[in-house]
């Protein structure tokens, strides 16, 4: 399985050409989107009209992600 990866200023066209090259979904990477994890429903949203398969993910600091552990709550 290949997974493309939609980080920093991506948009659903990213998500297009990455399947069109041969991925098999798509993760979001909310922690190091451009605008942060608030952005990132808009995105994913935005995916899934595409019918493409997304899933989305926070990496916190401890695992080599981009986000503090205090700095998203759910």
């Known amino acids: 399985m290949i997974v493309g990866v939609l980080a920093g200023r991506a ?6 050409r990455a399947i069109r090259i041969g991925a098999d979904l798509i ?5 190091l989107l451009a ?6 429903g808009g995105l994913l949203r935005a995916v899934r009209r595409e019918g493409i398969p997304v899933i989305l993910t ?3 600091n401890q695992e ?3 986000a503090p552990a205090a700095a998203v709550t759910f």
């Open 11 to 16: 948009t659903a066209a990213d998500a297009r």
């Open 27 to 31: 993760e979001i990477r909310a922690d």
């Open 35 to 40: 605008g942060g994890p608030r952005r990132a």
């Open 58 to 60: 926070i990496r916190w």
């Open 64 to 66: 080599a992600g981009g």
